[in-house]
């Protein structure tokens, strides 16, 4: 199903950007600091929602690596707090009189 989700998805979007291309053609100047270029507006809007969707991506990379890595050092605490535990399941209980009457007192 979710296959299904990500075709219709990407045939929405294939769609939209049919439909800007094919209702955007006029020419216009893009004027930045160091450019000055005259394109059609569909590439405009496309070009500035792919640079916008990069930018988004990148800003929530972040919090995503650093939850990842948290989990990461969560998980080896976690690891080394199980192996603590099974240790002092091992050990010999304190007022145990089975082994107290195998040890010779002194």
Do not use: C
Not at 10 to 25: E, M
Not at 80 to 100: M, S, Y
């Amino acid at each position: 199903m979710r296959g299904w989700g990500s075709l219709a998805f990407a045939a929405l979007v294939a769609a939209l950007v049919i439909y800007v291309v094919i209702s955007n053609g006029d020419q216009v100047t893009i004027v930045l600091p160091f450019i000055k270029q005259t394109t059609e507006l569909w590439k405009a809007l496309v070009m500035a929602a792919a640079l916008g969707a990069a930018a988004a991506s990148l800003v929530l990379t972040w919090p995503v690596v650093r939850l990842k890595v948290q989990a990461r050092r969560q998980s080896k605490r976690i690891a080394e707090l199980e192996q603590e535990i099974h240790g002092l399941r091992t050990l010999p209980i304190a007022g145990d009189t089975a082994g107290a009457s195998s040890v010779p007192k002194v």
